[in-house]
């Protein structure tokens, strides 16, 4: 009778009786195609299992039977017995899983990686064919090769497969749209120069950190499309700057070189660092010169032409007096000074006037004073001729200085009377 049978009739009589339920399981010959997770939900339901060779029990952590694994002398049948057959080509398989499947072939340098993620998924290690040490699982090329490789094209090629552009110097003269649709098909982009990864922006930026001239820079960022903002493009409006540099992929601020930021069209380097506000005014929204033309306009059509700017300078000089600038102004409110780009009154302007006063402050006091003394606090009067020429004797320097001034036509006549 078989080992089979005898468990058979066990079962039966077990059945029979009902005394307890079935715990023996048999670990046939075929088993041994199954992994060890799979053998372990197999046999999940014994409390033994008995090898169908040798009628030995088999250990249930590894499902092996060791009396018959260590009679074997065949190292695939080893393997099998130990970690079952590959489901794809029913080979062996070893700790490393498929000894065929799981090898990284040299042929397979030719897929992307995606394509080599999808052939190799089910796989939890890789060996390299020329090698046959473990292959970077992420980057799925052998890294051990891959520095050992002295030809740059045969080591994009196992980087990258086939689907790689190579990034040649020629392709900075062209712009980034001209770029974008030579490397359109390539999945990476690599610089001939160094071999490091192009970015996003189709420039190699290690190259360019490198790179101590300007203008080489500016060619390798924005090609030969790209424009130089001068200072005088300040007295544009918004609208007018991007008219004019619009087509450019970049723009470079002419005073320090840097890139002029695109949506405002400034140089927030120059801006950060200027102190004066209306300078900085000028910077973001800009600058007009009211011209002597302009005149012949309307108050709305001078307020249509200009509101777009931030300010607005005369070209005019202070080259009138003050009856001819009445007339020339008279039907302005106030127009901006252009040596300090400031609002001033027809006649003068504020700020410089307020400058100029604060300068003469020291000089004006001797002035005040005496006017104080000549007229009554309370009335506002002249006081008495022999009360102003005891005040002049108190002030000879200031009568001397108003002397000379002569434009106090009342004082004078008192300055004459006192002098005889």
Request: glycine fraction near 4%; charge should be neutral.
């Amino acid at each position: 009778m078989s080992l089979e049978e005898i468990i058979e009739e066990n079962i039966q009589l077990i059945n029979k009786y009902d005394i307890f339920e079935s715990r023996f399981g048999v670990f046939k010959i075929l088993d041994y195609d199954l992994n060890l997770d799979e053998r372990k939900l197999k046999f999940k339901k014994y409390d033994h299992v008995l090898c169908e060779d040798c009628s030995q029990e088999i250990e249930k952590f590894s499902f092996v039977c060791y009396n018959c694994y260590n009679k074997e002398t065949d190292c695939n049948e080893r393997n099998r017995m130990n970690h079952g057959i590959c489901k794809s080509c029913f080979t062996s398989s070893t700790s490393y899983g498929c000894s065929i499947c799981n090898i990284f072939k040299t042929s397979d340098y030719d897929l992307n990686l995606k394509e080599r993620k999808v052939k190799y998924r089910n796989s939890n290690y890789v060996l390299c064919e020329d090698c046959y040490k473990e292959v970077d699982y992420y980057r799925f090329y052998c890294t051990y090769c891959y520095y050992k490789e002295t030809d740059v094209n045969k080591k994009f090629r196992m980087k990258f497969g086939l689907n790689y552009g190579v990034f040649r110097t020629s392709d900075y003269k062209l712009d980034l749209t001209e770029r974008r649709a030579k490397y359109k098909n390539s999945k990476h982009i690599l610089c001939i120069e160094c071999n490091n990864k192009i970015n996003e922006y189709y420039y190699c930026t290690y190259c360019y950190d490198k790179e101590i001239d300007t203008n080489k820079k500016l060619h390798m960022k924005f090609g030969s499309n790209f424009g130089i903002f001068k200072t005088s493009d300040y007295n544009l409006n918004l609208k007018q700057r991007g008219a004019k540099y619009g087509k450019f992929h970049g723009i470079l601020c002419e005073e320090c070189n840097n890139e002029i930021n695109r949506q405002y069209i400034y140089c927030t380097y120059c801006y950060d660092k200027e102190t004066d506000t209306n300078k900085k005014g000028q910077m973001t929204l800009g600058l007009k010169i009211f011209k002597t033309l302009d005149y012949n306009l309307d108050l709305e059509e001078r307020r249509a032409k200009y509101e777009k700017f931030y300010g607005i300078l005369c070209e005019e000089y202070y080259d009138l007096d003050e009856d001819d600038r009445r007339v020339k102004y008279k039907n302005f409110d106030y127009i901006l000074c252009e040596k300090c780009d400031r609002k001033y009154h027809y006649n003068y302007c504020y700020e410089c006037f307020d400058k100029e006063m604060r300068e003469l402050s020291s000089k004006l006091q001797d002035y005040e004073n005496f006017y104080f003394k000549v007229y009554k606090k309370e009335t506002k009067e002249v006081r008495e001729l022999k009360e102003l020429q005891s005040i002049l004797i108190d002030y000879k320097n200031v009568y001397f200085k108003l002397n000379e001034i002569n434009k106090n036509l009342f004082l004078r006549d008192i300055l004459r009377e006192y002098e005889q």
